[in-house]
Every structure is written in C-alpha cells, then in structure tokens.
C-alpha cells in the first residue's frame, strides 16, 4: 500500500496513527501541501479532490477520506479494535471523532485559510478565528468524556476518538490556543506514551520541515 500523505496534515496523522496501531506498513509519498503538490494533474488523477491522506491499495484501489480510510483499515485488521462493539458507545466515538473531523478541524485547513486571506482577512484574523472554533469545540468535547475514568477517551485502550483527538491538539498549539481542558489533555497523555502516536508524530516524519 501507499500513502499519500504531508507531515503537517492532521488528517493524514490520523492514518499513520491507526497503521501504527494495526502495525501495518505502508509507501509513503509526499505532497507538500504550502507547495501545492496536491494539485498537481499527477496528483488529482490519484484523488480528485487534491487532499491528503490517499492510501492506494496493493490492487490500486484508491481510499480517500481519513475517517473513511480509518474505518476501512479497523475492518480490514480488526486487531486492536477501534470501535467499541457496544452500538451506543459505538456511535458516541463516531460522534466525538467525526465533532472534530467536521466540525472543528475543517476552519484550519489551508484551502479555507488561503480563501480567508483572499477575501481581506489578516493573518492575525484567521488565526483568531481558527482558534476561536478550536475553544468552542473542545469545550464540547471535554464535556462528553469529563465523567469518564478510563485511561483513553472511551476506553482503556485507544479508539478512533483518541486518533482523532491527538492530531487536533497538535492543531490547537498552533493556532495559539490555550489549553484548558484537563480531561483532554489527560488523554493525549495516555495517547502519547504509545509509540504508534508518539512515532508518527509530524516532527518525526521523513519530510519533516
């Protein structure tokens, strides 16, 4: 398999964290997104969309979509498992996982950023902003795991909630954000002493800048 991917992307993060966890080992191939790489015609022919991650299967079989490639792969290897079996805690993972996908991550991605700026909002307006969804989010967040005691979100092992989470932290340093959520920081804690997040990390990645 290979995998498209760049070491700033959160979203590529995710699946380096959920291989890891699987221990399944990929290509990687690089696409630097401030260079625009991924729109690159080359590119675009392997996902259209021009976004990382893109995990070519050994068939040639294109996935696109972190969260569709994380599910795929906890299917595909479903040792150690991602989602509970229970449904209800089932869907309360997806939940969290898919409140930062969607809702949270998508304001810092460089193509709203990009677009931010071209309609006369300044660096430090962007930022504000992006930071500003990033406060409300994990205040959500917090408050959906602050009563839990388990060492991971949902769990005593990590789940697609961890692998989501972790990433979006990193996101949150960036853009300046003040961390003020002890149950969240717990957790990337947890995360954080286990090699498959720890390894693939963005500053550990072989085009690291």
Wanted: aromatic content about 8%; glycine content about 4%.
């Amino acid at each position: 398999m290979i995998l498209h991917t760049y070491f700033r992307s959160s979203a590529a993060w995710r699946v380096r964290i959920v291989l890891a966890l699987k221990g399944v080992e990929t290509e990687l191939a690089f696409q630097h997104l401030r260079r625009a790489e991924q729109l690159s015609a080359t590119y675009r022919a392997v996902n259209p969309q021009g976004l990382v991650p893109s995990l070519i299967l050994d068939d040639g079989t294109v996935l696109t979509q972190s969260l569709a490639i994380c599910e795929y792969l906890d299917e595909t290897f479903p040792n150690p498992p991602l989602l509970p079996r229970d449904l209800v805690e089932r869907a309360h993972v997806r939940a969290f996982a898919q409140a930062i996908a969607c809702d949270i991550h998508p304001v810092q991605n460089l193509r709203v950023l990009k677009a931010l700026e071209a309609l006369g909002h300044g660096e430090e307006t962007r930022q504000a902003w992006a930071a500003g969804v990033i406060a409300d989010g994990f205040d959500a967040l917090e408050a959906l795991v602050r009563d839990r005691t388990t060492a991971f979100a949902f769990g005593d092992s990590p789940s697609l909630a961890d692998v989501l989470l972790v990433p979006q932290m990193a996101n949150a340093r960036r853009f300046g954000v003040e961390l003020r959520w002890p149950r969240l920081q717990e957790i990337e804690q947890a995360c954080m002493a286990l090699p498959a997040f720890a390894d693939t990390r963005p500053d550990r990645q072989p085009d690291a800048e």
